[in-house]
C-alpha cells in the first residue's frame, strides 16, 4: 500500500473536496435566477399587452354601442377611417371625417375625432378633442343655428370622491 503525506487526502475525501470546491466556485442561484426574472419580465408584458387589446376590444365595442344607440334615436351617425391606436401608454380612438344628423336639429360634423385615456386611469379621466367643428342645425320654432371652431378640447375628470368634472376648449369659434 502506498504511503501518503500528511498533505494528501484520502481517495475518498478528493471528491468531496472536488465537488466542495466546484460549488464554492458558482454563484448561490445566479444563472436560474436570471432565467426566472427574464421569464417574470416577459410575463408581465405579454400580460399587459393583452389587457390593452382586450381593453381596445371593449372600447370598439362603447364606440359601436353608441352609434348604434343614435341610430335608434333617429339619428345617423358617419365616420370614416375609426381606428384604436396608442399602444402602449394611451387608449386612443380616432376617426377620420365624421358627422352625426338629426332630422330635427341638423348636422355636425368635424373633419377628425379623438378620444384618449390613459390604461391605468380610464376609469377617471378622458379626453377627447374635434378639428374642423361645423354645426348646422335648424330647431323647431327658431332661426337657423350656424357655427364653426377649428379646434374643440374637451375632458372629463372624476375625483377620489366620485365627483365629476368636465373641461371643454373652444379655438376660434364663428
Not at 40 to 53: C, K, M
Not at 122 to 134: P, T
Amino acid at each position: 500500500m502506498p504511503r501518503r503525506t500528511i498533505d494528501q487526502p484520502k481517495a475518498g475525501d478528493q471528491a468531496k473536496a472536488g465537488g466542495e470546491a466546484g460549488r464554492a466556485r458558482r454563484r448561490p442561484g445566479g444563472r436560474r435566477s436570471l432565467v426566472w426574472l427574464a421569464a417574470a419580465v416577459v410575463l408581465l408584458v405579454a400580460l399587459y399587452g393583452g389587457y390593452w387589446f382586450a381593453a381596445s376590444r371593449v372600447l370598439a365595442g362603447a364606440v359601436e354601442g353608441w352609434m348604434a344607440d343614435m341610430d335608434r334615436q333617429g339619428r345617423d351617425v358617419v365616420a370614416t377611417d375609426i381606428g384604436y391606436e396608442g399602444f402602449p401608454l394611451w387608449f386612443r380612438v380616432v376617426a377620420g371625417q365624421t358627422s352625426v344628423s338629426d332630422p330635427r336639429l341638423g348636422v355636425l360634423t368635424a373633419s377628425s375625432l379623438r378620444a384618449t385615456a390613459r390604461p391605468w386611469g380610464w376609469w377617471y379621466r378622458l379626453e377627447a378633442s374635434a378639428d374642423g367643428l361645423d354645426l348646422r342645425a335648424t330647431p323647431a320654432n327658431h332661426p337657423p343655428i350656424h357655427a364653426t371652431a377649428r379646434r374643440l378640447v374637451a375632458a372629463a375628470d372624476r375625483d377620489a370622491l366620485g365627483r365629476r368634472a368636465v373641461l371643454v376648449d373652444l379655438d376660434d369659434l364663428v
